[in-house]
């Protein structure tokens, strides 16, 4: 009777009020115990009936999209906006959207339970409010959904004490199969009343994460700067207004937050302030959202000024998976030094402030032993951990930090507030719940020790999307008031004074959640990114320029063990491939040139080898290393099988180094050149090839010079025999010319002037000296092979 005078618009007096809403408990217990521990059945009839009820209260879907405030005080006004959407098949008739206040929930696990339950059960969920505070909705189609507000002053919703309520709202309606009225849909969430301030305040350390995923390659330019490249432009996204990072800054920097930055990111965006290329298929293009990241790093440089910031280690290493899967490959651990020392450096050169090095944070804060063992080996002291990893066995929530031996601070990030906003924000109806239970579990977890002051710590997801950033700062908002709860920095938290009864055991390496386990790197991965650390050792060596090449590549495998590839193991080894085959094409850009068989010719002779540096630095510390296989047949001197140079290349140039070799016999010898470098380890792939020995002794030597010596007399005396002919037929021709001279006196030829000299000119068309019947010396090669200096 008391709902159907609801119904009907009366509004009860205050003390009907409450009696209801105490027999509603009374009355609803026994139906409770009876569903949790399985009490005597009850009646068929009634049985159908809660079935009939369980089932039709989910007819019409309601969702509540705005409540605000968050937190009401005295003389507030509750105002309640959502939508109601009939997901049945017929049509809701006479329907009201009612409120539904209380009861006053006992504790952290009540809000638990309670946000687990749905549907609507009478005798367990409280009478509606009614009267002037309810929204008719006369009809409401089969999959029409309907808007409503509902507003009522806080002092009407007769809050007995101070804590946390259940809110719901309701529609009650009929349809032509059930005429009538019923509740055919219900929301629930949580309303915290703590209108004046507790006593004593818990403080609240909120980390607001800045974090992403890995977006450069290993690669650079050959340029002075050494252009970056990235794998593509998401990080702009990322960036632009409106981008999940661009959110997190520009929230955070009016929120009192700690901000944890993996100085990757930093670094990163830092990189694409100047010009940066992209890849593109096989080749890059040049990047062109250089504003956008300049404007980040301002925001962010303005936002952390005179704030707490914690930086994690570069590129965010996953230490569960060092702790569980690479400490047994050997030189794995030895990055986190180098890691630490490099973050902090990053931040103070970007942000221009010093941030604490002092905090590790493994993934979810789930630790054992082993992680903190190698969260603690490159010099931090403190630990973010979770109370789902760490627990307690108390009956309140205790102080965060808390000591676990060797000098060693956990700071316990507490579960429930931690994980609150990891669904999909997007939608308005999760956001507002989240926000609201948020609140809830705030206070309850103040009025569990309302007279002890005790120090929280939330650490949410590391890359919060751009709507749970949004959610997470209305929920800090919602403390502004300072009510129950103050900020606290992180520094200041990981110092306060430890709970006596907090657990300080770090659980085994067993209790470690089988799901997280399981996204761990592999050990395969690793292996993988020690070859490429020891190519690097072996490639950096030899260089004059250290810094272009170790650099960047230690900076990629430091991303190559990072946090945010968990889920992703296939992507991971496609960077991990790219990182290590980029660094082994630069590395046989030093190489010697193939060398084609050369003949040998006599007892001794040099023996070229090219070595070419097609990088654009030099090379030096090299030894380039000539073998012979047969050193009874050719060898270097005294014997020696082996003979070798240093080597010594400037930037896109080569050498040639010439070796003395002596033969012995005649024959083929395989040779091998190596490059070595100066601690003797290979460097680069051997280099083989054949000298064919023919080698001249003196007997054959002797014989060819005679030979070749009457050759050269045979054509001394042809060419003598020649040059005396010739003599003799001008001789006799000058005799017939002075004898012709002479008849023509005698017939009284004309005087003339007689010449100077008695020597004529002579004729222009007497043939010159025979030509030599000997070819010029040639310069071509005298066959196939090469053949080597002597």
Same mark, same amino acid.
């Given at each position: 009777m008391a709902e159907a005078a609801d119904f009907q618009g009366m509004s009860p007096s205050p003390a009907r009020r409450w009696l209801r809403r105490t027999a509603s408990l009374f009355l609803g217990a026994p139906l409770l115990a009876g569903l949790l521990y399985g009490?005597?059945?009850?009646?068929?009839?009634?049985?159908?009936?809660? =079935?009939?009820?369980?089932?039709?209260?989910?007819?019409?879907?309601?969702?509540?999209?705005?409540?605000?405030?968050?937190?009401?005080?005295?003389?507030?006004?509750?105002?309640?906006?959502?939508? =109601? *959407?009939?997901?049945?098949?017929?049509?809701? !008739? @006479?329907?009201q959207i009612d409120l539904r206040v209380g009861p006053k929930l006992s504790g952290r696990s009540a809000i638990d339970t309670a946000a687990e339950r749905t549907g609507f059960s009478y005798g367990v969920d409280p009478s509606p409010i009614g009267g002037k505070h309810t929204v008719k909705i006369p009809r409401l189609p089969a999959g029409i959904s309907q808007d409503f507000t509902l507003s009522i002053p806080v002092n009407d919703l007769e809050l007995d004490e101070e804590g946390v309520y259940q809110l719901g709202v309701s529609l009650s309606g009929q349809t032509p199969s059930e005429p009538s009225s019923r509740v055919l849909g219900i929301e629930r969430t949580f309303l915290p009343w703590q209108p004046e301030a507790t006593e004593k305040k818990t403080q609240l350390t909120y980390l607001w994460p800045l974090i992403s995923s890995t977006h450069l390659t290993a690669e650079t330019g050959s340029d002075e700067q050494q252009t970056p490249v990235f794998e593509d432009e998401t990080l702009a996204k990322e960036l632009a207004p409106g981008g999940r990072l661009d959110q997190l800054v520009s929230l955070g920097s009016e929120l009192p937050v700690t901000w944890v930055i @993996?100085? @990757?990111?930093?670094?990163?965006?830092?990189?694409?302030?100047?010009?940066?290329q992209v890849k593109s298929g096989t080749s890059t293009v040049a990047g062109k959202n250089q504003a956008i990241a300049k404007r980040w790093l301002s925001a962010v440089e303005a936002a952390v000024q005179g704030r707490k910031v914690v930086a994690l280690p570069f590129a965010d290493p996953d230490l569960a998976s060092l702790a569980h899967r690479g400490k047994n490959v050997s030189g794995s651990l030895s990055h986190l030094q180098p890691a630490t020392e490099v973050a902090e450096t990053t931040v103070e050169t970007i942000l221009h402030v010093k941030p604490s090095?002092?905090?590790?944070?493994?993934?979810?804060?789930?630790? +054992?032993?082993?992680?903190? @063992?190698?969260?603690?080996?490159? &010099?931090?002291?403190?630990? *973010?951990?979770?109370? +789902?990893?760490?627990?307690d066995d108390l009956t309140y929530t205790?102080?965060?930090?808390?000591?676990?031996?060797?000098? #060693?601070?956990?700071?316990?990030?507490?579960?429930?507030?931690?994980?609150?906003?990891q669904g999909d924000m997007l939608r308005s109806e999760n956001?507002?719940?989240?926000?609201?239970?948020?609140?809830?579990?705030?206070?309850?977890?103040?009025l569990q020790q309302p007279e002890k002051q005790r120090s929280i710590v939330v650490a949410p997801q590391r890359m919060p999307t751009a709507a749970q950033a949004q959610s997470m700062a209305n929920a800090l908002r919602a403390l502004d008031s300072q009510r129950w709860t103050q900020?606290?920095?992180?520094?200041?938290?990981?110092?306060?004074?430890? +709970?006596? &009864?907090?657990?300080?055991?770090?659980?085994?390496?067993?209790?470690?959640?089988?799901?997280?386990r399981k996204q761990e790197l592999q050990v395969q991965a690793f292996q993988d990114i020690r070859n490429t650390q020891n190519t690097l050792d072996n490639f950096k060596v030899i260089l004059t320029a250290q810094h272009r090449v170790v650099t960047p590549f230690g900076r990629a495998i430091d991303r190559e063990m990072s946090s945010s590839w968990r889920g992703h193991q296939g992507e991971a080894k496609l960077y991990r491939g790219s990182v290590s085959g980029y660094l082994q094409s630069l590395t046989e850009e030093v190489r010697l040139i193939e060398k084609s068989d050369v003949t040998l010719s006599g007892r001794s002779a040099t023996i070229p080898?090219?070595?070419?540096?097609?990088?654009?630095?030099? =090379?030096?510390?090299?030894?380039?290393?000539?073998?012979?296989?047969?050193?009874?047949?050719?060898?270097?001197?005294?014997?020696? &099988? *082996?003979?070798?140079?240093?080597? #010594?290349?400037?930037?896109?140039?080569?050498?040639?180094?010439?070796?003395?070799?002596?033969?012995?016999?005649?024959?083929?010898?395989?040779?091998?050149?190596?490059?070595? #470098?100066?601690d003797g380890k290979p460097y680069g792939k051997p280099m083989k090839f054949t000298v064919k020995v023919s080698e001249l002794t003196p007997t054959v030597m002797l014989v060819l010079?005679?030979?070749?010596?009457?050759?050269?007399?045979?054509?001394?005396?042809?060419?003598?025999?020649?040059?005396?002919?010739?003599?003799? !037929?001008?001789?006799?021709?000058?005799?017939?010319?002075a004898e012709t001279a002479e008849d023509t006196a005698e017939a009284g030829a004309p005087e003339a002037d007689a010449p100077e000299s008695g020597i004529d000119s002579p004729d222009p068309g007497q043939a010159s000296d025979p030509t030599p019947d000997t070819e010029p010396e040639s310069g071509d090669p005298s066959g196939t092979g090469e053949k080597v200096d002597r």
């Open positions: 009490g005597p059945a009850t009646p068929a009839a009634a049985s159908e009936h809660t =079935v009939q009820e369980a089932t039709g209260s989910r007819t019409v879907d309601v969702s509540l999209d705005t409540l605000t405030p968050t937190a009401p005080e005295k003389d507030d006004t509750l105002t309640v906006s959502g939508t =109601v *959407i009939n997901k049945g098949k017929q049509t809701v !008739t @006479d329907a @993996d100085p @990757d990111l930093l670094a990163t965006v830092d990189a694409m302030t100047r010009n940066y090095i002092d905090f590790t944070w493994p993934v979810d804060g789930a630790i +054992d032993s082993s992680i903190v @063992d190698v969260a603690t080996s490159a &010099g931090a002291h403190k630990v *973010i951990a979770r109370s +789902d990893s760490l627990e205790p102080t965060a930090a808390r000591p676990i031996g060797g000098g #060693t601070t956990a700071v316990v990030a507490d579960a429930r507030l931690s994980t609150a906003f956001s507002t719940l989240a926000v609201q239970k948020f609140a809830a579990q705030s206070l309850a977890l103040t900020p606290l920095d992180l520094i200041a938290a990981a110092g306060a004074k430890p +709970d006596a &009864g907090a657990t300080t055991k770090v659980p085994a390496a067993s209790r470690y959640p089988e799901g997280l080898v090219t070595v070419q540096n097609k990088l654009v630095q030099g =090379v030096d510390h090299l030894v380039l290393r000539l073998r012979s296989d047969m050193p009874t047949r050719l060898n270097f001197g005294q014997d020696k &099988g *082996i003979t070798e140079q240093p080597i #010594t290349v400037a930037g896109g140039h080569s050498q040639s180094v010439k070796f003395t070799a002596e033969a012995n016999a005649n024959g083929p010898v395989s040779m091998t050149g190596q490059l070595y #470098t100066e010079a005679g030979g070749v010596l009457l050759l050269v007399l045979a054509g001394v005396r042809m060419y003598s025999r020649r040059k005396r002919a010739a003599a003799r !037929t001008a001789a006799a021709h000058a005799a017939e010319t």
